[in-house]
């Protein structure tokens, strides 16, 4: 079925640093999640976008819905160790009439404190 | 609960004995997923529950999996003749009236 591109699979960064990751799509979407995933656990909602060019922060995140319907990124500012986990991207397709969401491959994050 | 519940969390089986797992969605939601992760990989769509309609059963791998939505609310998902390639972790999502998935924390299923 239909994925999703997302990049980078891996990070290894440095407590402090900045962090950007993003997603990118063939077909049109009309909605953009992101989502954070911890060892053990299911991923859980960071980010919700529903508009092209909608910029949205909920904390340290930052996370952009495209101009070209296509494409997200989200960004964490002054990375701390508990940022560590699986980040995964998710988006609605336009032509889709039900609730299934497509999802991206994932990037882990390693922080070294 | 509030959230969406898994059970149980782990399961250890032997190859060739089925299992069913269980999930609990939020209460008032319609739409219902299961999806596959094996380790250190995505999320693979299995079967998707919307309301009364009949379930978008696209990803199932074979039919030694399938899955029950009971009155709308609780769902089973069964694994007949289970194999060592099925070990992997299972989630359950349940959703509202937006495309938010809400995850529970999953049943790893291990098999020997």
């Known amino acids: 079925g239909q994925q999703l591109n997302q990049s980078p699979q891996s990070m290894f960064i440095q407590e402090g640093e900045d962090v950007s990751m993003n997603c990118t799509s063939s077909?049109?979407?009309?909605?953009w999640l992101w989502y954070k995933q911890d060892p053990g656990e299911g991923p859980v909602l960071l980010i919700a976008?529903?508009?092209?060019?909608e910029l949205t922060s909920n904390g340290r995140l930052t996370a952009q819905f495209g101009i070209t319907r296509k494409d997200s990124f989200l960004n964490i500012s002054a990375s701390i160790p508990s940022d560590v986990g699986i980040y995964f991207c998710?988006?609605?397709?336009?032509?889709?009439?039900?609730?299934?969401?497509?999802f991206g491959q994932g990037t882990e994050l390693s922080v070294k404190p | 609960g509030a959230g969406v519940s898994q059970s149980p969390s782990n399961k250890v089986t032997e190859k060739g004995k089925d299992v069913e797992l269980r999930c609990d969605p939020i209460?008032?939601?319609?739409?219902l997923y299961w999806y596959r992760q094996s380790l250190g990989q995505g999320l693979e769509f299995l079967i998707y529950?919307?309301?009364?309609?009949?379930?978008?059963k696209s990803g199932l791998p074979s039919d030694r999996f399938s899955a029950e939505r009971t009155g709308g609310s609780v769902s089973t998902l069964t694994i007949q003749r289970t194999q060592q390639e099925d070990s992997a972790v299972y989630l359950c999502?349940?959703?509202?009236?937006?495309?938010?998935?809400?995850f529970g924390a999953g049943t790893r299923l291990s098999v020997l």
């Open positions: 999502a349940s959703g509202g009236n937006r495309v938010i998935q809400y």
């Open positions: 077909s049109i979407f009309n909605t």
């Open positions: 976008l529903y508009k092209a060019g």
């Open positions: 998710a988006g609605h397709p336009f032509y889709n009439q039900g609730g299934k969401l497509i």
């Open positions: 209460s008032g939601h319609t739409a």
């Open positions: 529950f919307q309301g009364n309609s009949a379930p978008d």
